[in-house]
């Protein structure tokens, strides 16, 4: 059992004495336990000794030189020396081997051997703590994740260093021992650095950051904070040494990163001051004002303090039948993530503007709240604009539907882009259909010849011609003539998406034309009555008048004669100038292009 007492002692008058005060102490016989020597101390386990008591005669310390053996078999077993005399040299080496108490025999008693026990055992469980506590600090200090080491404060140079040390500058523990602190940093910076340390005095000390050379070259910075501590009696600095050559080349990048960011932003301002179109962002839950560029407040006319105290400026402004619409937008875009809406304001001049603002919601992070961020532009001359081209559309759109002719687009599969109101209620008509857009232009109600013909003519726009043809179709009224203009439609690349079709009545002007070609006929042929029918009696005319003149030659007939030459002549003059100008008339136009016959 425990409390067990091993006497190592070969004199047996001191045995009975030691023995009378253990009984004393009330300690039994099977609780203790003698042999002669250290040697045959070691043979009894560890697990049954509580107590050692070793006897070192005076003037003799061979136990003394046992005691590592002793101890290295008893480790937590406290020892006692106990001697003859007062040889202060054996008690100090008794003591500096481990003993935890010396006594001398003839200067205590059972008390005081009781109090001696007591502190014996007290002072080797003290020992034992703080052998725990320094081989525990030690596995921290060896362990320890970050760089550590322990530096003489007088010559500089490296008593120890830890594992972590070691692995980071790549030099063994035996090479850091003949290395001081100069061999591990750049030549230029070992003046400062001696600088910074000289006359520092101070317990904590942070020594900021600096560079340090690996055993390849390689330098890196760190930081370095260090404490003022003893070791091996020697005063010495404990140093804790950061990497931070990651960190300050992240902070490098994050500084150019920040300027750049900084120069961009700068940038943006510019461009976002110098646009003409208002953007703005606002919380989502109190509509505050978070941002607004030079032209919010232009759009406004109202100074951004006006503005930014007065989260519903906005919405005081609106025209009263369209806060609806805004009111409407604002649920819009937290429902579904955005919105447009077009709307009307009073600004501060008293007009009526008309305002479009397209707007985003946006989610927050980091705790940051959700905001809405939009664009708002002052369309009111563009709504003018608009307005106007509408009223001309349908002003265009009435004039084309309250036309006669037939008008319409197909794209180039034939199905209908735009067709005019006639066009529909001619195949209403004939069909018993309304034609609409998409609806294919050439259905059943036609016969396969004309859709054939058709198609080809289709083609022949759609390949790029524009024409004109002439249809006659027979109706319950008579002879109808129809003119289809065919063109093709270009995109703005200049590709032909579609054709262009109207279809005018010409049957009145086709009348007219066959009824000037019949004239025209007339006129051609009373020409070629004068020059071939009439020319002739003339002639004969004029040479009878030549006879007449030699054969009876009287003053009264010869003036007859003369008077009837010269009509003559005259009439022949008047019949040239009349064939003249027949021959001069163009008769070309006056003819009619080939027909086609509607089918």
Same mark, same amino acid.
């Given at each position: 059992?425990?409390?067990r ?6 004199d047996?008058v001191?045995?009975v004495l030691?023995?009378?005060?253990l009984a ?5 016989s099977?609780?203790i336990?003698k042999?002669?020597? &250290?040697?045959?101390a070691i043979?009894?386990s560890?697990e049954?000794i509580d107590?050692?008591m070793?006897?070192v ?13 002793l101890?290295?078999?008893f480790i937590?077993v406290?020892?006692?020396i106990l ?5 202060i040299?054996?008690?100090i080496?008794?003591?500096n081997?481990?003993?935890?108490? =010396?006594?001398?025999y003839?200067?205590?008693?059972s008390?005081?051997l009781?109090t001696s026990?007591?502190l014996?055992?007290?002072r080797?469980?003290?020992?034992l703590?703080m052998k725990?506590?320094? #081989?525990?600090y030690q596995?921290?200090?060896?362990n320890g994740?970050i760089?550590?080491c322990?530096v003489?404060s007088?010559?500089m140079?490296f008593?120890v260093?830890?594992?972590?040390? *070691? ?6 523990k035996? @090479? ?5 602190i100069?061999?591990?940093r ?6 400062p650095m001696?600088?910074?340390?000289k ?6 000390l942070d020594?900021?950051y ?6 390849n070259?390689e330098?890196?910075?760190v930081h370095?904070?260090? +404490? ?15 990497d931070v050559?990651e %960190?300050?080349q992240?902070?490098k990048?994050?500084k150019e990163?920040?300027?750049l960011i900084?120069e961009q932003?700068e940038?943006?301002d @510019?461009i ?17 004002l978070?941002? !607004?560029n030079?032209?919010y407040h232009?759009?406004?006319?109202y100074?951004p303090?006006?503005?930014?105290t007065?989260?519903?400026? /906005?919405l005081?402004r ?6 609806? &619409?805004l009111?409407g937008?604002?649920?819009? /875009?937290?429902?579904e993530?955005k919105?447009e809406?077009v709307?009307?304001?009073y600004?501060k001049?008293?007009s009526?503007?008309?305002l479009?603002a397209?707007a985003?919601?946006?989610?927050g992070i ?7 961020d ?8 563009e709504k ?6 509408r009223n001309?559309?349908? %002003?265009l ?14 794209d ?6 735009f067709?005019? %109101?006639p ?5 209403y008509?004939?069909?018993g259909v *309304?034609?609409e857009?998409?609806?294919? !232009?050439?259905g059943?109600?036609h016969?396969? !010849?004309?859709?054939t013909k058709?198609?080809? #003519?289709?083609?022949r ?10 249809? #006659?179709?027979k ?7 129809n003119?289809?203009s065919?063109n093709?439609?270009f995109?703005? +690349? ?5 054709v262009?079709?109207i279809v005018?009545d010409?049957?009145?002007?086709r $009348?007219q034309?066959?009824?000037i070609q019949r004239q ?5 042929? &009373?020409?070629w009555?004068?020059? +071939?029918?009439?020319?002739g009696p003339? !002639? ?7 006879? /007449? %003149?030699h054969e009876q030659?009287?003053?009264?007939n010869t003036?007859?004669?003369? $008077?009837?030459r ?5 009439l022949d003059?008047?019949?040239?100038? =009349?064939?003249a100008?027949t021959?001069?008339?163009?008769y070309s136009?006056?003819y009619?292009?080939? /027909?086609k016959?509607?089918?």
């Amino acid at each position: 059992m425990k409390n067990r007492i091993l006497f190592i002692q070969d004199d047996e008058v001191k045995d009975v004495l030691l023995l009378k005060y253990l009984a004393d102490l009330n300690y039994s016989s099977d609780q203790i336990r003698k042999c002669a020597t &250290i040697t045959q101390a070691i043979e009894f386990s560890p697990e049954d000794i509580d107590l050692i008591m070793l006897y070192v005669p005076a003037n003799d310390s061979a136990n003394i030189t046992g005691m590592p053996a002793l101890k290295r078999q008893f480790i937590s077993v406290p020892v006692i020396i106990l001697t003859d005399g007062d040889d202060i040299d054996i008690q100090i080496r008794a003591i500096n081997e481990g003993a935890q108490e =010396v006594m001398v025999y003839g200067a205590f008693d059972s008390a005081k051997l009781k109090t001696s026990i007591t502190l014996a055992k007290t002072r080797k469980c003290y020992s034992l703590r703080m052998k725990s506590a320094l #081989e525990e600090y030690q596995r921290h200090f060896d362990n320890g994740p970050i760089p550590m080491c322990i530096v003489d404060s007088k010559t500089m140079k490296f008593l120890v260093v830890n594992n972590a040390a *070691v692995q980071k500058y790549g030099y063994s523990k035996e @090479e850091f021992t003949d290395m001081s602190i100069s061999d591990i940093r750049p030549a230029e910076d070992i003046g400062p650095m001696m600088e910074l340390i000289k006359g520092k005095k101070e317990e904590y000390l942070d020594a900021g950051y600096w560079r340090h050379l690996k055993k390849n070259g390689e330098v890196f910075y760190v930081h370095i904070y260090s +404490h003022a501590i003893v070791f091996d009696n020697t005063p010495a600095r404990l140093s804790f040494i950061v990497d931070v050559h990651e %960190k300050l080349q992240a902070d490098k990048q994050n500084k150019e990163l920040n300027a750049l960011i900084k120069e961009q932003k700068e940038q943006l301002d @510019e461009i976002l001051y110098s646009i003409n179109d208002a953007i703005w962002s606002r919380r989502a839950d109190t509509n505050e004002l978070i941002y !607004a560029n030079n032209a919010y407040h232009k759009l406004y006319d109202y100074t951004p303090e006006n503005i930014e105290t007065d989260n519903d400026f /906005v919405l005081d402004r609106i025209y009263p039948e369209d806060r609806e &619409i805004l009111l409407g937008g604002m649920r819009d /875009v937290r429902a579904e993530g955005k919105t447009e809406i077009v709307y009307r304001f009073y600004h501060k001049d008293g007009s009526l503007r008309t305002l479009k603002a397209t707007a985003i919601y946006k989610k927050g992070i980091n705790g940051k709240p959700d905001t809405v961020d939009g664009i708002t532009t002052d369309i009111s001359k563009e709504k003018e604009l608009y307005d106007a081209i509408r009223n001309s559309e349908h %002003k265009l759109l009435s004039t084309i539907n309250n036309t006669k002719d037939l008008i319409w687009t197909v794209d180039t599969n034939l199905r209908i882009i735009f067709c005019n %109101k006639p066009y529909q209620d001619h195949f209403y008509k004939i069909a018993g259909v *309304v034609l609409e857009e998409g609806d294919y !232009a050439l259905g059943n109600w036609h016969s396969e !010849a004309f859709i054939t013909k058709r198609k080809k #003519e289709y083609e022949r726009a759609l390949n790029g011609e524009s024409f004109t043809t002439v249809i #006659e179709e027979k109706t319950k009224d008579g002879i109808q003539y129809n003119e289809i203009s065919s063109n093709p439609v270009f995109d703005h +690349h200049g590709k032909i998406i579609g054709v262009n079709c109207i279809v005018r009545d010409v049957t009145e002007q086709r $009348m007219q034309l066959l009824k000037i070609q019949r004239q025209n006929d007339m006129l051609k042929e &009373i020409a070629w009555i004068q020059s +071939h029918k009439v020319r002739g009696p003339v !002639a004969s005319i004029l040479g009878l008048i030549s006879l /007449v %003149k030699h054969e009876q030659e009287t003053p009264h007939n010869t003036e007859i004669i003369e $008077m009837l030459r010269n009509a003559t002549n005259e009439l022949d003059t008047i019949i040239r100038e =009349v064939v003249a100008k027949t021959n001069d008339i163009d008769y070309s136009y006056t003819y009619l292009p080939s /027909v086609k016959t509607g089918q």
